[in-house]
């Protein structure tokens, strides 16, 4: 289980078109914040236990691109 955060304005867009010919846009930091917490489980019907929790500031990597540009991501990246 884990959460990832950063700001927009840490994000930067770049615009590309995928190969079906439709635009895409990919969002990407590398200064994200994270928390992850590892379970486990001894059997199949056993409950989950956390084991471990690791956690990064302002240095975890997170990238997402869909269809739609991010409104709130501002920097877009230009292939001069």
Same mark, same amino acid.
């Given at each position: ?27 990407? =930091?590398? /200064? ?5 917490? @590892? ?7 056993? +409950?989950?236990? #956390?084991?471990? =929790?690791? /956690? ?5 990597? @997170? ?7 991010? +409104?709130?991501? #501002? ?6």
């Amino acid at each position: 289980k884990g959460e990832i955060k950063c700001r927009p304005e840490d994000l930067i867009r770049a615009d590309y078109t995928d190969p079906d010919g439709d635009a895409a846009f990919c969002h990407n =930091t590398e /200064t994200a914040s994270m928390v992850l917490d @590892v379970y486990e489980r001894r059997t199949p019907f056993s +409950p989950m236990k #956390k084991i471990e =929790t690791f /956690t990064s500031a302002a240095a975890a990597h @997170v990238e997402f691109a869909g269809r739609a540009a991010d +409104p709130a991501v #501002k920097t877009v990246f230009l292939d001069i």
